[in-house]
């Protein structure tokens, strides 16, 4: 095998599929990266597997002969990374497992592992594929990934619920304390084809009109998490978007689920169990409401953020009809205490109402409007975070109960 590329490509290439590549592997082989050149296509794929998580992406080169490797991920990034700018040329000779690396200014060799050992990603032939649109993707993905929980004993609640409908997408992430989703919508079609969620049945149709498959599924947030990374490599989403205008092909079966588009694909096992109905936790009626400048209130938030996180992480809210004004405080015993006042419009009867500041922020950092509304009932029931414009988005935080 005899390929050339450039040093920035395949150190941007190798970062992608390293993400998936286990630190404490179950088999040696699966502490490498699978690289395959290609002479026919002139085209080299990389690929990295954890037997959950698999990433593979592939990148033009001069293809002089083609084969097959396995190298060490970690030893082969570092390597790459630090070579200077420029043509790399990668060779290894006829029966042996070493790679050796050319640059402009040196030379080093990688030993690997036969390509036999390493296993194949799963393919989905015969299980439905949904087209979704980049846009649509990294916005769900956004507002949802952070609520997911890091419990490994509530394994469900670990990844993000996609439902996918035939005009609509919505996202669900939830770990017991708070609660996000996300609805998207695409957007109006330029020849007066539908854009919605195109999903076909891989058996029966492609014609999108006829083809209104639906369907709901859990995906771990370690994969949604790499796929959001991947497609926010390349900033200018519409470039994507105008190259592949039917947007990210999604492969689903039970227990299994692949994304593809642009020369790349991530592929993920589906978390089993029932994932919560949590659209009946989400109140539909509130007595009190504000308004309020977001970046006024994240503002607020981290400054006493820093004495909240001395103590318990609590922040207290103090909302006043009468003088218009959010007050937030922060009282840590035998640390210190904060107050700040916010202006707001406010509705309903004044409330006192306490929060982890951590939630607060979270939530309030996945939104991208100027000004947000939450609605409150009481000071133990759930309250709401909702935009003002933008992203459909609902962001439900349980209060702590404050103590006198």
Same mark, same amino acid.
């Given at each position: 095998m005899k390929l050339i590329c450039a040093q920035n490509e395949l150190t941007a290439h190798l970062s992608l599929v390293s993400r998936a590549v286990p630190s404490r592997p179950s088999h040696p082989v699966l502490a490498n990266v699978l690289l395959r050149a290609d002479e026919e296509t002139q085209r080299v794929s990389l690929t990295g597997f954890d037997l959950s998580l698999g990433v593979q992406t592939s990148f033009s080169a001069q293809v002089e002969s083609g084969g097959t490797l396995t190298l060490p991920a970690k030893l082969l990034s570092d390597i790459v990374s630090r070579l200077p700018d420029g043509e790399i040329t990668l060779a290894t000779e006829a029966g042996d497992m070493t790679a050796t690396l050319t640059c402009a200014f040196g030379r080093y060799q990688v030993r690997g592992m036969g390509a036999e050992e390493y296993p194949e990603l799963p393919t989905i032939d015969d299980g439905d594929v949904a087209y979704l649109p980049v846009e649509s993707l990294i916005e769900g993905l956004r507002g949802s990934l952070f609520s997911t929980s890091a419990d490994e004993t509530k394994q469900v609640l670990t990844g993000v619920h996609l439902t996918v409908e035939y005009d609509s997408l919505e996202f669900a992430a939830t770990d017991g304390h708070r609660l996000a989703v996300v609805q998207t919508v695409s957007a109006e079609p330029e020849s007066g084809e539908s854009s919605a969620p195109a999903v076909a049945n891989g058996k029966k149709t492609t014609d999108t009109e006829n083809a209104r498959v639906e369907f709901d599924v859990t995906v771990p947030s370690k994969a949604l998490r790499e796929l959001e990374r991947m497609l926010q490599v390349n900033q200018d989403t519409g470039a994507i978007s105008k190259r592949y205008p039917r947007g990210v092909?999604?492969?689903?079966?039970?227990?299994?689920?692949?994304f593809e588009w642009a020369n790349q694909r991530l592929t993920s096992r589906l978390l089993e169990g029932q994932y919560p109905n949590y659209r009946?936790?989400?109140?539909?009626?509130? %007595?009190?409401?504000?308004t309020v400048e977001r970046r006024l209130f994240v503002g607020a938030l981290e400054r006493?953020?820093?004495?909240?996180?001395q103590k318990n992480s609590i922040v207290k809210l103090e909302m006043s009809n009468a003088q218009q004004e959010l007050v937030l405080s922060v009282d840590a015993a035998d640390?210190? %205490?904060?107050?700040?006042?916010?202006?707001?419009?406010? %509705?309903?009867?004044?409330?006192?109402?306490a929060f982890n500041v951590k939630y607060l922020l979270e939530g309030l950092k996945a939104l991208n409007?100027?000004?947000?509304?939450?609605?409150?009932?009481? %000071?133990t029931s759930p309250s709401i975070v909702t935009p003002l414009g933008g992203t459909k988005m609902t962001y439900l935080v349980m209060p702590v109960q404050i103590r006198s």
């Amino acid at each position: 095998m005899k390929l050339i590329c450039a040093q920035n490509e395949l150190t941007a290439h190798l970062s992608l599929v390293s993400r998936a590549v286990p630190s404490r592997p179950s088999h040696p082989v699966l502490a490498n990266v699978l690289l395959r050149a290609d002479e026919e296509t002139q085209r080299v794929s990389l690929t990295g597997f954890d037997l959950s998580l698999g990433v593979q992406t592939s990148f033009s080169a001069q293809v002089e002969s083609g084969g097959t490797l396995t190298l060490p991920a970690k030893l082969l990034s570092d390597i790459v990374s630090r070579l200077p700018d420029g043509e790399i040329t990668l060779a290894t000779e006829a029966g042996d497992m070493t790679a050796t690396l050319t640059c402009a200014f040196g030379r080093y060799q990688v030993r690997g592992m036969g390509a036999e050992e390493y296993p194949e990603l799963p393919t989905i032939d015969d299980g439905d594929v949904a087209y979704l649109p980049v846009e649509s993707l990294i916005e769900g993905l956004r507002g949802s990934l952070f609520s997911t929980s890091a419990d490994e004993t509530k394994q469900v609640l670990t990844g993000v619920h996609l439902t996918v409908e035939y005009d609509s997408l919505e996202f669900a992430a939830t770990d017991g304390h708070r609660l996000a989703v996300v609805q998207t919508v695409s957007a109006e079609p330029e020849s007066g084809e539908s854009s919605a969620p195109a999903v076909a049945n891989g058996k029966k149709t492609t014609d999108t009109e006829n083809a209104r498959v639906e369907f709901d599924v859990t995906v771990p947030s370690k994969a949604l998490r790499e796929l959001e990374r991947m497609l926010q490599v390349n900033q200018d989403t519409g470039a994507i978007s105008k190259r592949y205008p039917r947007g990210v092909a999604v492969h689903f079966d039970q227990g299994q689920l692949t994304f593809e588009w642009a020369n790349q694909r991530l592929t993920s096992r589906l978390l089993e169990g029932q994932y919560p109905n949590y659209r009946q936790l989400i109140p539909r009626q509130f %007595s009190r409401q504000m308004t309020v400048e977001r970046r006024l209130f994240v503002g607020a938030l981290e400054r006493i953020a820093v004495l909240a996180d001395q103590k318990n992480s609590i922040v207290k809210l103090e909302m006043s009809n009468a003088q218009q004004e959010l007050v937030l405080s922060v009282d840590a015993a035998d640390v210190g %205490s904060g107050r700040e006042s916010v202006a707001a419009q406010i %509705s309903g009867e004044d409330l006192e109402i306490a929060f982890n500041v951590k939630y607060l922020l979270e939530g309030l950092k996945a939104l991208n409007t100027n000004e947000i509304q939450m609605q409150f009932n009481t %000071s133990t029931s759930p309250s709401i975070v909702t935009p003002l414009g933008g992203t459909k988005m609902t962001y439900l935080v349980m209060p702590v109960q404050i103590r006198s």
